[in-house]
């Protein structure tokens, strides 16, 4: 079982930043592949980012490429989205997400946070 609380959402400009936090309680973390979601208002969740439970291993949707960056710190239980460029299109509820496995899956993610607003103004 694995507790996933995100943190860091707010209000920021076209072309700002901020870094989003995904805070981990359970003793299966770092079993753990993290991917971060997100859901606008009348529009699908969609993938945004993941990472392998070593860290060695990162994908992203070609939408956030070269803007936001995911990382891990699996001693404090803690996984990152660096989030640079943002854009009034970035706005979203944004969501972590564990799923026990080696590997690096875009979906079927089997434990969620409760999320985090991110707006974007122009």
């Known amino acids: 079982q694995v507790q996933l609380v995100e943190s860091g959402g707010g209000l920021v400009q076209a072309g700002g930043s901020l870094r989003l936090s995904c805070a981990a309680s359970g003793p299966t973390f770092s079993n753990c592949a993290i991917g971060w979601f997100r859901q606008a208002p009348g529009k699908e969740r969609e993938f945004v980012a993941a990472?392998?439970?070593?860290?060695?291993?990162?994908t992203y949707a070609d939408s956030v490429k070269g803007r936001f960056t995911i990382s891990r710190d699996n001693r404090k239980n803690t996984v990152y989205l660096q989030m640079n460029s943002l854009k009034p299109e970035d706005t979203a509820t944004y969501y972590c997400?564990?799923?026990?496995?080696?590997?690096?899956?875009?979906?079927?993610?089997?434990?969620w946070g409760q999320g985090t607003q991110v707006t974007v103004s122009s």
């Open positions: 990472i392998t439970r070593s860290g060695y291993s990162i």
């Open positions: 997400a564990a799923t026990q496995t080696a590997y690096l899956p875009r979906s079927s993610y089997d434990y």
